[in-house]
C-alpha cells in the first residue's frame, strides 16, 4: 500500500469527502521540523488541514494556506529545539518548594 491509498483509506475511515496533497504536506513538514521544532511538522500538517476545513478551501486555497504556514517556518527566528527563556532548568529545591495548586494538576 502506497501513502496515497492510506490517504483514501484513512479518508474512508474517518468518513470524509478529501484530497491531500501528499507531497505539499510533506515538504510543508519537512520545513517546520527543521525550522521550529521537532513536533512542528504533525502540528503544521494538522492545523493546515483544520483551516482548510473551517474555510471550505479548494485545492488552491490550500497551496495559498500552506505558502503562507511555509513563509511562518522559514522565516522563524528561534533555531529548531531552543529552549524558550521562561523554559530554563530550575534547581530540583525550587520545584520542590513550590506552590502547586489543584488546578496546575493534568490528572
Do not use: K
Not at 505539499?24 to 504533525?42: K, Q, R, Y
Not at 500538517?45 to 503562507?68: K, T
Not at 528561534?78 to 506552590?99: H, I, N, S, T, V
Amino acid at each position: 500500500m502506497n501513502l496515497h491509498d492510506w490517504i483514501d483509506e484513512l479518508c474512508d475511515a474517518l468518513d470524509i469527502e478529501a484530497e491531500a496533497d501528499e507531497g505539499l504536506l510533506g515538504d510543508l513538514a519537512g520545513i517546520a521540523v527543521e525550522n521550529v521544532h521537532p513536533a512542528a511538522g504533525l502540528v503544521t500538517a494538522f492545523l493546515l488541514g483544520f483551516a482548510a476545513g473551517e474555510q471550505g478551501a479548494d485545492p488552491d486555497a490550500v497551496e495559498r494556506l500552506a505558502a503562507r504556514a511555509q513563509a511562518l517556518a522559514e522565516s522563524w527566528d528561534r533555531p529548531a529545539g531552543a529552549a524558550d527563556e521562561e523554559d530554563e532548568d530550575l534547581d530540583f529545591e525550587e520545584l520542590a518548594d513550590a506552590d502547586y495548586s489543584d488546578e496546575d494538576s493534568l490528572v
